[in-house]
Structure formats: C-alpha cells, structure tokens
C-alpha cells in the first residue's frame, strides 16, 4: 500500500512537472506587438524631437497617479493597451525608444500625432511604416537571441495590435487644403485604407498571423472637433471628420473580410469603437459618466482648445475635479476610464462591439484552421454590426 501511494505521488509530480514545463513552453501569454497613434503611445515621443501638441510627458498628463510620474501616455493614466497587457497577463509593454526595454514579451511602437500616410505630420512622429522597420529591428534582434524555430513560433503566437488613422484624417487632410485639393474623400480614404492594408500585409509576411484593430472613433466629436463645427453653437458634432471616420471603418472592415480568405492562418479582432463611443458620448450617466460632451482639461468652448498642461500655443487651461466623471481627458483623448472599458470589450466583449475574435481569443489561442483554411473557427463571434 504504502508503496502503491509513493507510486501514485511520483505519477503526479511528474504530470504536474510535465505541464509546468508546457506552460513554460508556449508562454504565460502570446507577445503583444503595438503600432499606432496618441490612442496608444507609451512614451515613444519622449525620446524625439518633435512639438508639444505631440508629447503628454508633463503634468497633469498621467494625472490619476497609476503610474508615479507622467509617462507621454495622452490620458489622466493607463491607455487601452496597457489593460489589454493586464487582461493577457503581460507585464506592462515598453515603449521601443525606451533604452533599457525587454522585448520577449512584446514592443509598443506607437507614436502620439502618427498616421498611416507618410505626409501626416512628417518629421514630427514616427509614422507607421518607419514603427515597421522598427518591428524589423526588433525580429531580427530577438530571432539572433532565440534561434530560429523559436522566434518563428513567438511571431506566429504575437498578438499585433494597430490603432492609427485619426490624424491622417485630421491634420491630414481637414487640415490640410492642399491634400483636399489633390483628393476628394473618398479617394482619400482609399489610400489610407491601401497603406493600412499594405502594413498588414508586411506584418503577416513576417509571420504575423493575430491582428487587433481598434477603429476609429467618431472623430467630430472629440471636444476640438466640436469647437471647430460650422454649427459649434448648436453643440453638434463636425460632421465631416464624423463622415471620414465612419468610411474609413467601413473600407478597413471590407479589407478583413476579404484578408480572412485570401491569408492562411489570418486571424483577427476587429472592433466598432465609433459606435459604442457614440452611445457614451450620447448617454454618458448610462455608463457612469457625467459629461460625454467637454474635455476634463483643456480651455474654451467644450474645452476643445488644445492646451492641456500649458506647454503647448494656447498656455490657459482648466482641470476638472474627477476625470473619471468624463468621457473626454483633453480637446483630443478620452479618458483612462473610456481606455479601460474599450478594453475590456476589445479582451472579451459582446459581438456588436467585437469580432469576429476576441483578443482573448487571440492570446490564447494555439494554431487553428481559420477560414482560408475553408472551416469556420468553433468559437468564432457572430459579428454583424
Ligand atoms: C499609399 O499612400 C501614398 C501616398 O502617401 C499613395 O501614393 C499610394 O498610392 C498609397 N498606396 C496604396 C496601396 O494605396
């Protein structure tokens, strides 16, 4: 007897030493791989030469204390991807300039006022396809130190993460009189959506094979947009940068569809923010809000002028008590608040907002077929909005 339990004891030290060592093999998580705008910079802008509408390193940016000092995050605190980490049980992912950055868990490229375009603010952010090369870099560096075939798999696992475009809209093009003289919007659009597709298209020759999009919001009514509106007065949304915004996600959703069945293994999350911002922006006490409408900090009309922390043209600005109370942080952001419920939805939410995977499907999931391999994923969302 006594020998039939020590037997059984070491069957169970060994399954449980058998899946400690497979947990260890595939991961706590997937790596996380982050491209984009201000929606998701860590803090790339500290570290180039740029302008400070285009920086959020100084107070009260970072002003709800999570992390100790104001990190170039464009909120009052965490941005959506830090709880996206948080959710995948990642540690928090560095900014690529960061000089002393890991990456075996996954780099954040993103870059406050960048867009998919080259021209969108050019020589002030780094743009998407130079936040690629910087991806390259990345993969060549961590494929040097893990060899081959385990770098692939870390590739291949990666959640890769975008959330850009609103600038090439705003300064971009309504903006931007020349640009609108070359294009009209919907040609406009177009190329955006052309280089969009082309980036992922990169990154799945790569090995990228996981995407998660956050799309854009209803651009005419961040608060500065509000301000800037032929009918300001009336409190209406800039219904234009609305127009643009509402395309783009149109165009961008189309995109996937058709990438789904033409890319092997091509599986992603996409997401209808525009929608579901609206409804807050409409019926904020709904959702635990007081204000959809004026910006926590900032100055004039809905505090849509652009002067948050006094660095920047315009030095007045006004803070409110409770950033949590609001849907907007400045002229241009919404809160750390709106960042964690979207993230919440994005890691896992109902099928209106999401789809046709979750991200926590993303992160968890091993290889599957997916639809180029002609099968339905089983826990593939209904997405229909
Ligand atoms: C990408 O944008 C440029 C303008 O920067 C444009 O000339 C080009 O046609 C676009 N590419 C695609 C594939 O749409």
Redesign the pocket.
């Known amino acids: 007897m006594a020998r039939l339990i020590s037997h059984m004891d070491y069957s169970i030290i060994c399954v449980t030493l058998a899946l400690s060592i497979a947990c260890r093999v595939c991961g706590t998580a997937a790596p996380f791989f982050i491209f984009g705008d201000s929606t998701v910079d860590p803090g790339n802008n500290n570290y180039i030469n740029t302008i400070p509408e285009n920086q959020a390193n100084y107070k009260p940016y970072g002003h709800n204390g999570f992390f100790e000092e104001p990190t170039g995050r464009f909120s009052d605190g965490r941005v959506i991807v830090d709880f996206i980490a948080e959710y995948a049980k990642l540690p928090v992912i560095p900014p690529f300039l960061q000089p002393s950055a890991e990456f075996i868990n996954g780099v954040n490229f993103a870059s406050g006022g960048s867009g998919i375009?080259?021209?969108t603010n050019r020589g002030q952010v780094i743009g998407l396809q130079t936040q690629i090369k910087h991806f390259e870099e990345v993969q060549k560096s961590l494929t040097e130190k893990l060899g081959e075939a385990k770098a692939k798999e870390l590739f291949s696992e990666a959640v890769y993460f975008i959330s850009i475009g609103s600038n090439d809209y705003l300064g971009g093009y309504l903006a931007n009189p020349k640009m609108q003289e070359n294009y009209g919007p919907g040609e406009y659009v177009?190329?955006?959506?052309?280089?969009l597709?082309?980036a992922i298209q990169v990154l799945y020759d790569k090995g990228g094979r996981k995407f998660g999009f956050l799309s854009l919001s209803p651009l005419g009514c961040l608060p500065a947009l509000r301000a800037l509106s032929p009918n300001a007065n009336e409190g209406v949304c800039f219904e234009e940068a609305c127009a643009l915004a509402h395309a783009h996600n149109s165009a961008l959703k189309a995109v996937l569809t058709s990438l789904e069945y033409v890319l092997r293994g091509f599986k992603y999350c996409n997401s209808n923010f525009y929608d579901w911002l609206q409804e807050r922006i409409d019926n904020p006490s709904k959702y635990g809000f007081k204000d959809g409408v004026n910006a926590c900090c900032g100055t004039g009309p809905y505090g849509g002028i652009f002067s948050c922390g006094g660095t920047k043209k315009v030095t007045d600005y006004q803070l409110c008590d409770n950033a949590d109370d609001f849907v907007w942080w400045d002229s241009l952001h919404p809160t750390e608040k709106i960042h964690e419920q979207f993230g919440q939805a994005l890691w896992n939410g109902p099928p209106s907002s999401v789809g046709p995977y979750t991200l926590q499907h993303l992160f968890l999931s091993k290889e599957e077929l997916t639809i180029a391999d002609e099968v339905d994923g089983p826990d593939r969302q209904n997405f229909h909005y």
């Open positions: 375009l080259p021209e177009g190329l955006v959506i052309g280089n597709t082309q």
